[in-house]
């Protein structure tokens, strides 16, 4: 059974770097046959999905267009883990964030979620 | 981007009797294999997501047989047959068949 665990920061301070961990166990973030992804859900709202990548792959990622000049996903396999980065973080940034395995446009592994405040 | 719109957005349900969830995407969700990528997740309180079905109508591992999902082209349904106690929480609807993926507003199922 996959298991996926987000780690980091719970507060960041508005214009910084948010960095998060997804650290996988039960599986590879080395197998291309997956995307590994970001999604966020703000205070009581639903959820967005901030991105993917595929490690079969340096160009196999994509973005969410609308905060697509921030983000930054990669995967390093000797930790087995994925990261995400989202530069100049705002108030609009404050969500949960969690991590997911992507097969073919869904989620089917999920981690427990992260709180993430921005705030001073 | 592709908009997922589920009505009801609040349904309640007394227990053991049936529900429906629809979902309608802005446009259609057949992607260039041919396949469907409409998805289905429940998020109970305080849990994250999890996925009941993929590809409109196939039921995960572990997911009753009580859950059953529907639809072609824009229009899909997530049923289910006799409602429990258990399945207390929000719904999504999701696309993946175009980027960016995109998830319905939720609908909160509740107990009456």
């Known amino acids: 059974q996959v298991q996926l665990q987000e780690s980091g920061p719970g507060l960041v301070k508005p214009s910084e770097t948010l960095s998060l961990t997804c650290t996988v166990s039960g599986g590879s973030v080395g197998s291309g046959a997956y995307y590994w992804s970001w999604i966020r859900q703000p205070p009581g709202k639903g959820l967005e999905w901030i991105g993917y990548?595929?490690?079969?792959?340096?160009?196999?990622?994509n973005y969410n267009p609308s905060l697509k000049s921030r983000v930054t996903i990669s995967v390093d396999t000797s930790k087995n883990q994925f990261s995400l980065k989202l530069s100049a973080v705002t108030a609009a940034d404050t969500a949960i964030y969690y991590c997911g395995r992507d097969y073919y446009g869904s989620i089917d592994f999920w981690g427990q979620g992260t709180q993430v405040t921005v705030s001073s | 981007d592709v908009v997922m719109t589920q009505s009801p957005l609040s349904l309640p349900v007394t227990l053991g009797q049936p529900a429906s969830i629809s979902c309608r995407s802005s446009?259609?969700?057949?992607?260039?294999?041919?396949?469907?990528?409409l998805n289905w997740f429940q998020q109970r309180p305080g849990q994250s997501p999890r996925r009941l079905i993929y590809?409109?109508?196939n039921r995960d591992s572990g997911v009753p047989d009580r859950f059953s999902g529907s639809g072609s082209g824009t229009d899909f349904t997530l049923q289910i047959s006799r409602v429990e106690a258990e399945d207390v929480g929000v719904y999504y609807c999701?696309?993946?068949?175009?980027?960016?993926?995109?998830f319905g507003q939720g609908t909160k199922l509740e107990i009456k």
């Open positions: 590809k409109v109508s």
């Open positions: 990548k595929s490690y079969s792959g340096s160009t196999n990622n």
């Open positions: 446009q259609g969700l057949v992607f260039g294999d041919g396949n469907t990528y």
């Open positions: 999701m696309q993946g068949s175009h980027w960016p993926y995109t």
